[in-house]
């Protein structure tokens, strides 16, 4: 079954610094998203994407983020300035169609120092 | 801003018990997804409800969708120690799906 990868699985760094989280999503998805969670509660939004720009993004995706699609196959998420609360699972997700299922990658877990 | 509250917030139970958990919204939504995420894993889609009243069955697992797609339940019968994990409802919104609060279940053997 086809499934979201996302890497790297673990990030450390260091406050300050920019990390480039990766995703490639399902092949014939459309939509994609980026969520967070700390300390495995609550699963937060962060910005969903189609057709190339943001569909919708939440307060906490601030100027400090930033999304794209370099090409057919990769979804990134930018963090450029990294705080000690942005440390944190950060989950992909891709659908097919608009309120269809969401299917999840397994995270990466970004540590900030 | 639309939430969506569970309850319990943790169960603890033994196996072989049963057990409800509750998402609760003061919102009306057009359908509901329950999903249960594992310790180092994304979130995976158990079923999705649409119609209000609607139930659905996944082997020892029942969903429910109240009459007025405000709320769900989940019912869990004879819980075995695989049934352990984060139970997780979410609702469609505006171009996202908003998640609820999240149930910790752990069945102990």
């Known amino acids: 079954e086809p499934e979201v990868t996302q890497t790297p699985s673990h990030q450390v760094t260091q406050m300050g610094q920019e990390v480039i989280l990766r995703c490639v999503p399902i092949s014939n998805h459309l939509y994609f998203y980026w969520y967070r969670q700390i300390l495995g509660q609550k699963v937060e939004f962060l910005v969903s994407?189609?057709?190339?720009?943001?569909?919708?993004k939440s307060e906490i995706f601030d100027d400090q983020f930033s999304v794209e699609r370099p090409d057919g196959s990769n979804f990134t998420l930018k963090i450029r300035s990294t705080k000690l609360e942005d440390s944190a699972m950060y989950f992909c997700?891709?659908?097919?169609?608009?309120?269809?299922?969401?299917?999840f990658g397994n995270g990466t877990r970004l540590t900030v120092t | 801003t639309q939430l969506l509250e569970q309850s319990p917030q943790f169960l603890s139970i033994q196996e072989g018990e049963n057990l409800t958990v509750y998402c609760n919204s003061s919102?009306?939504?057009?359908?509901l997804q329950w999903y249960r995420q594992e310790p180092g894993e994304g979130p995976v889609l158990l079923v999705t409800?649409?119609?209000?009243?609607e139930v659905k069955k996944l082997k020892r697992l029942t969903f429910q969708f109240g009459d007025a797609r405000k709320d769900s339940s989940l019912h869990i019968t004879a819980a075995q120690p695989g049934d352990t994990g984060l139970y997780l409802c979410?609702?469609?919104?505006?171009?996202?799906?908003?998640f609820g609060t999240g149930t910790r279940l752990k069945v102990l053997a």
């Open positions: 919102s009306v939504f057009s359908s």
């Open positions: 994407f189609y057709n190339n720009e943001i569909s919708e």
């Open positions: 997700a891709s659908s097919s169609s608009y309120n269809s299922p969401l299917h």
């Open positions: 409800v649409v119609t209000g009243g």
């Open positions: 979410a609702a469609p919104g505006t171009y996202k799906y908003i």
